[in-house]
């Protein structure tokens, strides 16, 4: 068996005894991590502020609310979705609409929010925009029939009837599944 050179024991007793270093990247990232961390806790304060002011139907006051839980955080897909809610209520629809499509760039598996983008999209006769929304809501949740019902009115806008008929009578095939579930 070979012996340990007495150098290499002391080294090892040495480490073991030291502090571990936390390097400046490290510390970075813990920082940064702290920071996010605080970002969060006042974006999620604001919203809450926001949700009640919407609640209380005081739309500017949850825009400003929303506004800056936005500032604490940009990626927050609730945050952009309730502004645009706020903006569709005071009959903002163009920046309901950013704000709509920002919240689906944060998120683009809510079907909720494509729902509302066509909703809005459909108001400013952008007939095109609020079908190809649509389409997503159906893709995202087949089984919601408001999508197919709300497809089938643009398609029918549109002048596409027979695309129109299929829409409607699939929102009422959902519509009669749901019930007998």
């Not at 024991?9 to 813990?30: A, G, L």
């Not at 955080?73 to 709509?100: D, K, R, T």
């Not at 398609?155 to 009422?172: H, M, N, T």
């Amino acid at each position: 068996m070979a012996k340990t050179p007495k150098n290499k024991v002391n080294q090892s007793q040495e480490i073991t005894k030291t502090k571990p270093v936390v390097s400046k990247s490290s510390k970075s990232f813990m920082e940064r991590s702290q920071q996010d961390l605080q970002s969060f806790q006042a974006a999620a304060e604001h919203i809450s502020q926001a949700v009640e002011a919407l609640d209380n139907k005081k739309f500017n006051q949850a825009i400003e609310q929303f506004q800056k839980a936005i500032q604490q955080n940009q990626e927050s897909a609730e945050a952009h979705f309730y502004l645009g809610l706020s903006h569709f209520m005071l009959e903002q629809y163009e920046e309901a609409v950013i704000s709509y499509k920002t919240a689906i760039a944060c998120e683009p598996g809510d079907s909720m929010m494509y729902l509302h983008l066509g909703v809005v999209c459909q108001i400013l006769n952008r007939l095109e925009e609020a079908a190809e929304a649509y389409k997503h809501t159906i893709a995202l949740n087949p089984d919601d029939p408001e999508g197919y019902s709300r497809l089938g009115a643009v398609l029918s806008d549109l002048g596409q009837r027979d695309e129109a008929r299929i829409a409607f009578k699939k929102a009422l095939a959902v519509k009669l599944n749901a019930t007998d579930s």
